[in-house]
């Protein structure tokens, strides 16, 4: 006995059809357009850093003060930037490989020219970027249908804040006065 497919459904069926080969084609065209860039090829860490690359502290640095807003002092904001970009390294640098190699994925979508621009909004380098379009790109993918970008969001997100926290500025933005002096001096006696 053949079942047949109700009009309603085959609809919905071809149109998920449609998007999956659409979303397949765009992975395809920044995969390739990486690989064209040189982004496939292993790149070494920026001097002085461990993990993040050149065009990776670029995208922190732009994005850095859109995520932290007025928490990021206007004081020394060059330096405060500077001690996030050394704490999301240190972090990077410590997640296990597997990590590494998605976290480049990552880092190399949003650093390509065409695809930063496809997936972000972005047209410039992000050295060049305005902060509203830094803005934007993350209320984008923060608020989008799609996972990826979400999980993408979070990644970036959580690399910056726990890099800013790290810091004594970030501590003190975030309330926390310092471990109870008593304590403190208990654990820490020689």
Known sequence: MTQHIAPAMALHRRD?????????????AGAFTATLAGCSKQQVP???????????????????P???????????????VERVLRGVDATAARVLLPAQIE???LFDLLNTGLTRRLTTGV?????????????AFLIRWQTSSMGLFNAGYRALIKFITG????TDAGLKSAGYPGPWQPMFDAVNAA
């Open 66 to 80: 859109a995520v932290l807003g007025s928490a990021l002092p206007a004081a020394d904001r060059a330096a405060h």
């Open 16 to 28: 998920f059809l449609k998007l999956s080969a659409g979303s397949a084609a765009l992975l395809s």
């Open 123 to 135: 047209s410039k380098p992000w050295a060049e970027a305005e902060p509203a379009q830094v803005t």
């Open 163 to 166: 890099a800013w926290v790290g």
């Open 46 to 64: 920026a001097s002085g850093y461990a993990f993040l690359r050149d065009a990776d502290l670029a995208l922190f640095a732009a994005l850095t």
């Open 103 to 105: 976290l480049y994925k």
